[in-house]
């Protein structure tokens, strides 16, 4: 018998409820965008009054209005002027609203390069030369307050990154670099979502981004860098998980910092047991998710790329999870 499975998780509780993200901004780059929906939705409610009020005249209006409303100036005026004068000006208004977005690298930011692949997110934070220093997968960490520069790219078709109390989307495109901006304006959670179909199980392609206080990111960053970990918990399945990772195959699609495990096909697992979800933002993280995902991820995420492990019993799964909990 599979432990019970949660649909539950950070992506699906951040992008959930009301109001809707993309009108809940969290940061300075979400802001002009939210403020740009609420102007669309009003224009939008707006037109929709105009349709009405003429739909009205041509039913039940007099004869004289309806002449007016049928004539060719009230055709050049709302077929013509209206829409070129509004839509010219919403264009305009709109670029210069969201232009820092996608502003150049000044070269004093925090960098991270995130590449969409089919159907998980590759994350490398940069150093002051533009070298990966550490790598993750699947979850983002920023520190509070800082504006974060994204050098987004995909490994295969295009995706798109979004996490809209954060900042705006954007596409990822195979041979190419976009630039992006995000920022927390306060330590929390915030989900994300690839909004470009990019086939099979594109809607369980999630994303979380985690914001620090300065001081707690500081010190996350320093300790991974330095492969510093806190101490595993006692369990007598954790040396038997660590051995079944290599014997099992797992090691030659992951990677498991300070160990043998240098797997570049899948998603690092170094820092695994600490992030919010699995399968990319779709389940929760605890063990009875982990066994599930390792035995039978296609029943969870249908058309992913990791094979079943149908060969693995209960109690292997169980420390093969115990093993990965311990990765912090």
Not at 71 to 80: D, K, N, Q, S, Y
Not at 203 to 212: K, P
Not at 236 to 247: E, K, N, T, Y
Not at 288 to 299: D, F, K, P, R, Y
């Amino acid at each position: 018998m599979w432990p019970l499975i949660s649909t539950r998780s950070a992506v699906g509780d951040a992008l959930g409820g009301w109001p809707p993200p993309v009108l809940d901004p969290a940061g300075p780059y979400a802001n002009p965008l939210a403020t740009l929906s609420w102007v669309l939705f009003g224009g939008a409610g707006l037109v929709f009054l105009v349709v009405l009020a003429a739909l009205w005249i041509a039913l039940f209006g007099t004869a004289a209005r309806k002449e007016k409303l049928g004539g060719t100036r009230a055709i050049w005026i709302g077929g013509v002027a209206f829409p070129v004068v509004v839509l010219s000006v919403l264009l305009v208004w709109g670029l210069s609203m969201t232009g820092s977005l996608t502003a150049p690298i000044r070269g004093d930011e925090m960098r991270v390069k995130v590449t969409g692949e089919m159907w998980w997110w590759r994350i490398a934070y940069l150093g002051a030369d533009g070298g990966a220093v550490l790598h993750d997968a699947n979850e983002l960490h920023i520190p509070v307050g800082r504006p974060v520069v994204l050098e987004l790219e995909s490994a295969d078709v295009i995706h798109n990154f979004w996490v809209p109390r954060l900042s705006g989307k954007l596409d990822m495109i195979p041979g190419r670099t976009n630039i992006m901006r995000i920022q927390a304006d306060a330590p929390g959670v915030f989900g994300g979502q690839c909004a470009e179909y990019c086939g099979g199980p594109h809607a369980l392609m999630g994303f979380v981004v985690v914001a620090h206080h300065s001081e707690d990111f500081a010190r996350l960053m320093t300790a991974r860098r330095a492969n510093i970990r806190p101490p595993a918990p006692a369990h007598p399945d954790l040396a038997r998980g660590a051995q079944l990772f290599g014997s099992a195959g797992c090691a030659a699609c992951h990677r498991v910092a300070g160990t043998g495990a240098n797997g570049a096909a899948g998603p690092d697992l170094s820092y695994v047991g600490s992030r919010q979800t699995l399968g990319a933002g779709i389940l929760p993280n605890n063990r009875g998710t982990l066994m599930g995902w390792i035995g039978n991820s296609q029943a969870i995420k249908p058309g992913n790329r990791m094979p079943p492990y149908s060969m693995l019993s209960s109690d292997d799964l169980r420390a093969l999870a115990v093993y990965l909990e311990a990765q912090r």
